[in-house]
């Protein structure tokens, strides 16, 4: 029933930027914080962005800041992640995040009920 489905991975060169997108069905996405984690391979999965149902706060891992923007359409209940000036360290399967287990924090997979499928980008030199 509840869906997350991500869309605009690929593979670009260093420098270059992608938006991801996260369509979502089958919750109520008004009241509902949504987040972005990626994995690489061999490595656990990391947050990367969140933002809160009301899109007043958002949160951001060190490594992004100042690239990487979410941001929310409610009507459409869609989240996007923004992703400028792109480095071969970005470089994962994304994964689109939703819940809103308040005892957790934003940065923390463990607030997150439900999760789409991911999206690999790839970051070349």
């Known amino acids: 029933q509840v869906q997350l489905v991500e869309s605009g991975g690929g593979l670009v060169q260093a420098g270059d930027s992608l938006r991801l997108s996260c369509a979502t069905s089958g919750l109520t996405f008004y009241g509902t914080d949504m987040a972005w984690f990626r994995q690489a391979p061999g490595k656990e999965r990391e947050f990367v962005a969140a933002?809160?149902?009301?899109?007043?706060?958002?949160y951001y891992t060190d490594s992004v800041k100042g690239r990487f923007t979410i941001s929310r359409d409610n009507p459409k209940s869609t989240v996007y992640l923004q992703m400028n000036s792109l480095k071969p360290e970005d470089t994962a399967v994304y994964y689109c995040?939703?819940?809103?287990?308040?005892?957790?924090?934003?940065?923390?997979?463990?607030?997150?009920?439900?999760w789409g499928q991911g999206t690999q980008v790839t970051i070349s030199s």
């Open positions: 933002i809160s149902w009301d899109a007043s706060s958002t």
């Open positions: 995040a939703a819940g809103r287990r308040i005892n957790y924090a934003y940065t923390h997979s463990g607030r997150y009920n439900y």
